[in-house]
């Protein structure tokens, strides 16, 4: 047995958020809620989600592992209103997932489900010497610029001037986004450079919503990974970023209650 009823706006961008990365995964679904977690095809990437049974305005089930093709289920999401009710039941005689949109209008949809069981996958418990807390609309235009200048991006923590560092560098071409990490005023200092010269540069105030700075880190990330991961946020969501010195990143956010957790490994320099 197994039914869920909620808002299919925020579990679009759920399922949205996931599969950028990955395209299937296993819920697992109990009586407290669904859980998946999975790694890219490349294996650079892990995705974890937990949706708690609150998230839902109905909500039962049994204990099962639901093998989710996210391309298909990502489809028939596309289809769905902004104020549509989403009801999902599990046809396990047919090995089927029921999905029905309802408002003025109820329309059913039936997703063939993959038989595949849990990978017991978990986001590795790794103790980080540095966290930043970040609105996402900010993250997100300094991903922009660096994209100007590389496929690559450099995070790093200046822990003596409490400054979050997001870079990129060409071979001629450098893009540098500065967050101050100051408790008294925040503020994002954002510049490019052309062979030394400085283009431009603006402020932008109350970005940064909390810190954790212990010490220097700096690690390398595939640029398109990151946009990926933050494709579903809107601006003012907020990202909890980890980091430390070449160790992977792990980015968490919130959607309408539930919980997304990604973890990238760095790019080690030879």
Known sequence: MFKAVCDAKDFKKIINATSNLVDEI?????????????????HVALVSLNIPKTVFSEYI???????????ALKKIMARSKSNDTIIMEYDEEKNKLLTT?????????????????SNNLKVPDIEYPNKVSIKAGAFV?????????????ILSINSSDNQFVISSKGDLNYSETIFS????????????????AVESEEVINNVMVEYKVLENSKSTFNLAYLKDITKSTASEDILDIYLGEDMPVKVEYNIGGAKLV??????IES
């Open 262 to 267: 990604f973890l990238l490994a760095p790019r």
């Open 141 to 153: 235009e300094a991903l922009k610029d660096s994209e100007l200048v590389n496929d690559h991006i």
């Open 181 to 196: 990490l100051s408790k008294s005023e925040t503020e994002v200092v954002s510049s490019e450079e052309n062979e030394g």
């Open 101 to 117: 949109f309802k408002n003025n209008v109820t329309r059913n949809f039936s997703m063939a489900l993959y038989d595949i069981s």
């Open 26 to 42: 296993c819920f697992e679904v109990d009586e407290e809620g669904i859980k998946a977690s999975a790694m890219d095809p490349s």
């Open 61 to 71: 089930s049994g204990i099962h592992d639901l093998g989710i093709d996210l391309e």
